[in-house]
């Protein structure tokens, strides 16, 4: 055998322990990601869940402040009728239903009478309900 023939038999041996080095490398690289990897047909209803991701995209939405505390509204009509209000009315709105305040606290946290609170919560509602009927027609 020739010193050529010799160097090409090294290379060809070579470059088959190679690809079959390769090979057992991709198999265990397989074994591997096996053991992380579920089906998602074998997943529980909480783990489909915990994978679960939602967007929320509301471009009306709106962040109103009342006492130093936010609250965030999405809806896009209830945000323009919001906005179409006074800030006491609105407050009184927020607080009575979306903290669900009594009139008695309201009116103390706001320096009001309570009868006052009680008679601009009322009458702010049936606003908010005129408000929001028109904007249905839009």
């Known amino acids: 055998m020739s010193m050529e023939q010799n160097k090409r038999h090294a290379f060809d041996a070579y470059c ?12 265990l690289e397989y074994a591997r990601q096996g053991k992380r990897e579920a089906v998602f047909s074998e997943l529980t209803q909480r783990e489909l869940q915990s994978l679960c991701c939602t967007d929320r995209y509301a471009p009306e939405r709106r962040v109103f402040t009342v006492l130093d505390m936010d609250f965030e509204i999405e809806d896009a009509d209830l945000v323009r009728a919001l906005a179409a209000l006074t800030l006491k009315r609105r407050s ?9 305040m009594k009139d008695d606290e309201i009116a103390q946290r706001l320096q009001m009478n309570r009868s006052t609170v009680q008679y601009q919560r009322t009458n ?11 904007y249905e027609y839009e």
């Open 92 to 100: 009184i709105v927020l607080l009575a239903y979306l903290l669900e």
């Open 16 to 27: 088959k322990r190679l690809v079959k080095n390769e090979a057992v490398n991709i198999h």
């Open 124 to 134: 702010t509602l049936e606003e908010l309900r005129k408000l929001m009927e028109g």
